[in-house]
């Protein structure tokens, strides 16, 4: 069954680092496309990146274009979210997701998640 | 950007009942529109994508419908695990991806 499961989460200060990854397992990785998506505790869900099947397009709203970078290992069946310059706005909950088609970006398998907390 | 917003923002409904939750896009996103499910401390739950097809395993009395900027999901009859937030989300006009803000349905 298709898993998903995240890590590096944890306390940063403002201005700092923080590298998250998402191992998947269960289906062909190498076919999908990936979601980063995030949720700020009491909040909805805000869309924060999106990579192609094959890591040659990347997609970022404004919130983060510039300070967040997505990659990926088909190798390893793995996905990372770099992310610098934290802001205390950047607290969440940070979800990887499967995309749904090659063609469609919704998304039908979610991790369980991994906090982020950007406190001085 | 497309702006989703969901209404109501709570729906209190008796278990046994129907609930209809709805989702309107300020521009057409034709039916490349999804919707979840989450409980607390849980990740979203895909329930429906293109509008109305039902994801893997969602129980048939999960339904939606509309197109264009009108969207509608039902619950036919709500069982106790049905009480949880629901989003909506377009994908049609993309980068951003957009979420609706969500609507809590709560037992009455």
């Known amino acids: 069954q298709v898993q998903l499961v995240e890590s590096g989460g944890g306390v940063v200060q403002p201005g700092m680092s923080l590298r998250l990854s998402c191992a998947a397992s269960g289906f062909t990785f190498s076919y999908y496309g990936m979601n980063w998506v995030r949720q700020a505790p009491g909040k909805g869900l805000e869309w924060v990146a999106l990579?192609?099947?094959?890591?040659?397009?990347?997609y970022y709203p404004d919130s983060v274009k510039g300070r967040f970078t997505v990659s990926r290992d088909n190798t390893k069946n793995t996905m990372d979210l770099q992310m610098v310059s934290l802001r205390a706005e950047d607290t969440a909950v940070y979800y990887c997701?499967?995309?749904?088609?090659?063609?469609?970006?919704?998304?039908?398998?979610w991790g369980q998640g991994t906090q982020v907390t950007v406190s001085p | 950007e497309m702006v989703m917003t969901q209404s109501p923002v709570t729906l209190s409904v008796s278990p046994g009942e129907r609930a209809t939750l709805y989702c309107r896009a300020s521009?057409?996103?034709?039916?490349?529109l999804a919707w979840y499910q989450q409980k607390p401390g849980r990740a979203p739950r895909l329930l429906i994508y293109g509008a109305s097809t039902r994801a893997t395993g969602i129980p048939a009395r999960f339904s939606g419908s509309g197109s264009g900027t009108e969207f509608t999901l039902t619950i036919s009859s709500l069982q106790s695990e049905d009480f949880a937030v629901y989003f909506c989300?377009?994908?049609?006009?993309?980068?951003?991806?957009?979420f609706g803000q969500g609507t809590r349905l709560e037992i009455k």
């Open positions: 521009q057409s996103v034709s039916s490349d």
């Open positions: 989300q377009q994908y049609h006009n993309w980068p951003p991806i957009t």
């Open positions: 990579i192609s099947y094959d890591g040659n397009n990347k």
């Open positions: 997701a499967k995309r749904g088609t090659r063609s469609d970006p919704y998304s039908d398998y």
